[in-house]
């Protein structure tokens, strides 16, 4: 008989509980053993909703993305609220703060990634190098950097609880970093009544995603909700203080060029970096986030393989092998990591069937990854949406070109741009040789629709660009649009969910975003298909009353009289 191989999974997030969904299977019918350790007490949570849970636009139940009962049920070992601190690669085996040694054959890290703390005088934050990192390794390994009363990221639900107390109080809430997640903390956080201050050193909102002329169209639009925006400012130091009870308080954030904002709540919104302490501690390769081939397995571990957040897939080549820098990052988006989970997952069980299949003397901890030059498809640029009341924003690749540049290298690279800043609508699209590669848009939400298909499938732009605004227009229909409701139109990018998997979701009963959403994971990402969710069960709901009405006979008795 085949022994069982032993997987443990470290972290246990949105990207674990995944990984632990698609292996159930294999657990249950004795194939696989698996090991889950996750640091949070709490079942499974979507993070990208933390923002709308500490608005109190949404209730934990409806974030949960894991099933604790089923995986045990199924014979999974779940082991939350403990912290991994140690992995010995050598013994093959993970150290746990209870003392407890896990034996393993195949690691596998979910340890996702920590709000980044900026440099900040008044606020302490600690270098997590190799030095660092075996001289404190009990403060260290699995814990966030503490922050001073009244300053917070916005990770968990701890996170959350703080911003929510806020709000309800009506306190003044300054928010530094303008990405996606603090504009929508932003934007919901004033939506819920409360004054907040969006502060950052760049020129507008969303930089690495918008060109100039959508982030000013943005920061208009951001001011019109009652957000302030303080652009070009760097944050430099935070003032404190005292409460009657003693407690020592944040009270002002000073940049660089003199400001000092007064505040109750400063929210850290600056990025996230990869937790890779176990990782560097173990001797695994670690840049950006742990380095990992293209079929997701370690550069220095066959044995060891990492997901989401914390991974950093990168093609190793002679000439990269040793170098200190190496390219690219986690993605850091949820989509992302769930295909490197399923994939993952389909592996690992489809090495366990093929073992088990054959007459091998070989024991599970000796045996070699299925085909190590499988691996996930590669992943396209990611389209990036900001999810806020009445404020459309999407954009997808590089849209710094300008329409009057003329570059050598991009000969048939063409531009095509239009703006109305008083209506705070604005795109930008970029072809080569008339392809979609590139588009950026801001209260334009049928367009975007309309080029995210384009874009999806590579697909050629009218010779006309103008054409592409009238989905905006008051008198388009969006029902005489079928391109946008093709059968084979992906709505749901996080989970690859088509217009048709839709459809057959409402044939068989599910007639709400919610009941679909339990039925083929559409909406269960970052959330920003849901309105398209909802316009494809409104088309199948009018198809079916058509069709009642087409099928009731002519003699039917009338309700009217």
């Not at 590139?438 to 309309?450: D, K, N, W, Y």
Request: hydrophobic share 45%; with cysteine.
């Amino acid at each position: 008989m085949t022994t069982p191989q032993r997987i443990v999974l470290l972290g246990y997030g949105p990207v674990g509980a995944r990984f632990v969904e698609e292996l159930l299977p294999a657990v249950a019918d004795g194939s696989l053993e698996l090991t889950v350790v996750g640091g949070e007490p709490v079942e499974a949570y979507n993070r990208v909703l933390v923002a709308e849970y500490a608005v109190g636009g949404t209730e934990l139940e409806s974030m949960l993305v894991g099933d604790r009962a089923a995986a045990e049920a199924a014979g999974v070992r779940m082991l939350l609220g403990i912290a991994a601190r140690a992995i010995d690669r050598d013994a093959r085996t993970v150290e746990l703060d209870t003392g407890e040694r896990l034996d393993y054959d195949r690691l596998v890290l979910a340890t996702g990634a920590r709000a980044n703390v900026p440099t900040l005088d008044g606020v302490e934050r600690h270098r997590r190098d190799l030095v660092s990192l075996e001289k404190y390794a009990d403060a260290l390994v699995g814990r966030d950097d503490e922050l001073p009363t009244g300053i917070t990221a916005l990770r968990d639900l701890t996170d959350a609880e703080r911003v929510l107390t806020a709000i309800r109080a009506r306190h003044r809430i300054i928010v530094l970093g303008a990405g996606v997640l603090g504009l929508e903390l932003a934007l919901a956080a004033a939506h819920a009544g409360a004054e907040v201050c969006v502060v950052h050193h760049g020129p507008h909102p969303m930089p690495r995603n918008l060109d100039r002329g959508a982030g000013h169209v943005l920061r208009a639009a951001l001011r019109r909700t009652g957000v302030t925006v303080v652009a070009n400012s760097r944050a430099e130091a935070v003032g404190f203080r005292d409460e009657d009870d003693g407690t020592r308080r944040f009270d002002q954030l000073v940049t660089a060029d003199g400001k000092q904002l007064r505040g109750d709540l400063l929210v850290l919104s600056c990025g996230v970096s990869a937790r890779t302490e176990l990782a560097t501690l173990a001797g695994l390769r670690t840049a950006a986030g742990i380095v990992v081939h293209p079929w997701l397995a370690s550069w220095s571990d066959p044995a060891v393989f990492a997901i989401g957040d914390c991974a950093q897939i990168v093609e190793r080549t002679e000439e990269n092998a040793h170098e200190r820098t190496l390219p690219g990052a986690p993605s850091g988006l949820i989509g992302p990591g769930w295909r490197q989970a399923d994939w993952l997952a389909a592996s690992f069980a489809a090495e366990a069937r093929d073992a088990a299949s054959t007459d091998s003397m070989l024991g599970a901890a000796d045996r070699a990854p299925r085909d190590e030059r499988a691996a996930p498809p590669a992943e396209r640029e990611p389209i990036v949406m900001l999810k806020a009341e009445h404020l459309d924003v999407v954009a997808v690749g590089d849209v710094g070109a300008e329409p009057w540049d003329e570059d050598p290298g991009h000969p048939q690279r063409r531009v095509a741009q239009w703006a109305d800043p008083e209506h705070h609508r604005y795109v930008k699209m970029v072809t080569e040789g008339g392809v979609l590669t590139a588009f950026a848009s801001v209260g334009m939400p049928r367009t975007a629709a309309e080029l995210t298909l384009l874009f999806e499938r590579r697909g050629e732009l009218p010779a006309d660009r103008s054409l592409l605004l009238r989905f905006d227009g008051p008198d388009d229909d969006p029902a005489a649009s079928g391109d946008a409701f093709a059968p084979a139109a992906t709505v749901c990018w996080c989970n690859g969910v088509t217009v048709e998997r839709i459809e057959a979701s409402a044939a068989c009963g599910s007639t709400t975003v919610e009941c679909v959403g339990r039925d083929t994971r559409a909406g269960t990402g970052c959330g920003g298909c849901k309105g398209r969710i909802g316009e494809v069960l409104a088309r199948v709901a009018a198809a079916a009353g058509v069709a009642a009405s087409a099928d009731e006979p002519d003699d039917a008795p009338s309700l009217a009289g």
